[in-house]
């Protein structure tokens, strides 16, 4: 099945009970048994849901991963994946990280006896001088958050192997349609569906999808245990979302392309952060292990300062000035003191992530528009 039909029809058949093409929203706390162990394979729905055992299958299907787990936010998602170790257990991040991912290794991990080091990991030789004995798992997020950096995933994977170390992708900024990491040799790939997946900026929502069932089994207990589950109706949503997901994704990449070379060229602007550019660092590996370059990218301005940088935010008309991405509208961001106000300065200012940094997730709107709309609030700067 190619990838537009697995959006539409992986593990989803018609309810058999009705016929209803849309898998119904169960929405029950408990399932009736006949006689004592009597049962459907339901019986307690923290435990399983239809409509979330649906969503899982096809979520599943999308990153061609052996089983899906969802849970009720990214950050449950990773939490699940991180409680895969072991105190002294030590994990190497990417550098320029989300930044509830960062507050939820150091803030609540890191109190385990967890240990966590940053580091640009692009760099494969970088990345083995850290590698220590006591290594167990390597985070990766590609294209990074806010930076646009690219990491090469074959790459890590390779230079890891045969080690027992877990490498574990954020695909969120990417989705399942621009690129797989687990076909790259990741072992776990976390998302959250928040944003791509639902596309439609209405739910807060979590999977991880793996790569082998013994690993899945442990996250499934996870999932049962510590019960970070999201409502059926949030599972609903989130299918719903993913029938359209190859159409808004590759929309969403053609404006970011345009936009992109309209910022680039820009008086007021004095960079822009996005793989599609030949120049960009990471452009080759983008062009290998993407279908396109993603919706997602950052700029910077002339006037270098947090003033000049709000007279943009505040004056933008179609891009909302709001956290989050991936959803049909354009947003507009400062992550300075937004999406990465947990992370301390000195730390931002060392990836680049500078005062008068403005991060955009591209919608799909009419692109003339989108620039337009760009072009008068940048034309406000003095
Ligand atoms: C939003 C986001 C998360 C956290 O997901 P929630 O659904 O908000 O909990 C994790 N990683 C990345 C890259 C994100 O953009």
Not at 104 to 113: D, H
Not at 176 to 187: E, F, M, R, T
């Amino acid at each position: 099945m190619k990838f537009g039909t697995k959006v539409i029809h992986a593990g989803i058949e018609p309810d058999p009970s009705t016929g209803a093409i849309m898998t119904p929203i169960f929405q029950t706390s408990t399932y009736v048994q006949a006689a004592p162990g009597d049962h459907k394979g339901y019986e307690y729905a923290r435990t399983q849901n239809p409509t979330r055992h649906v969503l899982e299958q096809n979520i599943a299907a999308l990153e061609n991963g052996t089983d899906a787990i969802c849970f009720a936010s990214g950050l449950a998602a990773m939490d699940s994946v991180l409680k895969l170790l072991n105190p002294g257990d030590e994990v190497i991040a990417t550098d320029d990280l989300y930044g509830g991912s960062y507050r939820i290794m150091m803030r609540v991990f890191a109190k385990y006896g967890i240990h966590f080091k940053f580091a640009g990991i692009g760099n494969i030789e970088e990345l083995q001088k850290r590698i220590t004995d006591k290594t167990r798992m390597i985070w990766v997020e590609t294209p990074t958050n806010p930076m646009l950096n690219i990491i090469d995933i074959q790459a890590v994977c390779e230079s890891v192997k045969g080690k027992n170390i877990t490498v574990c992708v954020d695909n969120t900024f990417a989705s399942p349609y621009l690129q797989n990491p687990l076909d790259l040799g990741a072992d776990i790939v976390i998302h959250s569906a928040t944003k791509y997946l639902g596309g439609h900026s209405d739910v807060i929502h979590g999977v991880v999808v793996t790569k082998t069932p013994a690993i899945a089994e442990q996250i499934r207990f996870l999932q049962n245990a510590v019960g970070a589950v999201p409502g059926p109706q949030d599972c609903f949503l989130i299918l719903r979302g993913i029938k359209t997901l190859h159409i808004r994704v590759e929309r969403a990449c053609q404006n970011a392309e345009k936009i992109a070379h309209f910022l680039k060229h820009h008086p007021k602007v004095s960079k822009v952060y996005y793989p599609g550019f030949s120049d960009h660092p990471g452009h080759d590996t983008a062009k290998k292990q993407m279908k396109m370059f993603g919706g997602m990218l950052s700029f910077d301005l002339v006037a270098n300062n947090e003033a000049s940088a709000r007279i943009v935010l505040s004056n933008t008309h179609y891009f909302s000035l709001a956290e989050s991405l991936g959803g049909v509208e354009s947003l507009i961001g400062h992550p300075a003191s937004m999406t990465h106000g947990s992370i301390p300065r000195e730390e931002r200012l060392k990836v680049g992530l500078t005062d008068s940094l403005i991060r955009l997730s591209v919608g799909i709107e009419d692109v003339d528009d989108l620039i337009q709309d760009l072009d008068k609030a940048l034309s406000l700067i003095p």
